[in-house]
């Protein structure tokens, strides 16, 4: 299938490799841009070089992107998934994954450790009110710095020749310009995703498990059942 991917400029560079491991092709469309805040990277880099953390958190592939080249002795590091990951390791950081693909992930996987300890989180410029609350709740210091703005592009989604399409956050789809059409299976990265869509009126036919992987998994067992089924 011709997968339409809903990505930042710069964030799809591996998707078609990925996609094609699973049989698939793909291509990006943009609901998105960043805006890179750059005085508030440059307050965060600082920030580390004094040893104002005691860990880093980075929530997507972005931040890291963005932040890996210009940190200098970073303390332990913990990457939402092996994409951000990646990135970190890129620029010579080693890091620690979550199990999961999501940041209600990060708190139950640091444990009791968590207690008075300060975590930066270098992020979008997006609330994310439950990942700091359950910081806090556990006797962490959460110090979120917001190194990018997410902005609509308004450019109508190009899908003219796509199967599928996939949303990748739960940003994408409230800010896409897209028209739903009868035979394009429409496709969330997650539940945090799927849920966001539910709410829009759209209801995913996909649902992954936070990574891309997941979902092409997904899509090839929706694929398989339904072609049983007929």
Known sequence: MKIAVTRLSGKEERDAARCAAFGHCCYSVHPLRSEIQNKVVSAFAEAVE???????????????????????????????????ARELERCGIASETLPGFYSRDFVPFLGAWIRGKTIGLPRADVPNAPLI?????????????????LAPTNEPLDLAQADALLFTSAMSYKKAVWTPRCGLLVMAIGDVTADAMRCGGTFPDIVGDGSLEGTLAALNEYREKTRIVR
Request: glycine fraction near 10%; charge should be positive.
């Open 50 to 84: 004094r040893g104002e953390f005691d860990c880093i958190f980075f929530t997507s592939a972005l931040p890291a992107k963005i932040l890996a080249p210009i940190l200098v002795n970073p303390p332990r590091v913990i990457a939402i998934g092996p994409e951000t």
């Open 133 to 149: 609350g359950t910081i806090e709740a556990a006797g962490g210091i959460a110090r979120e710095f917001r190194c990018y703005r």
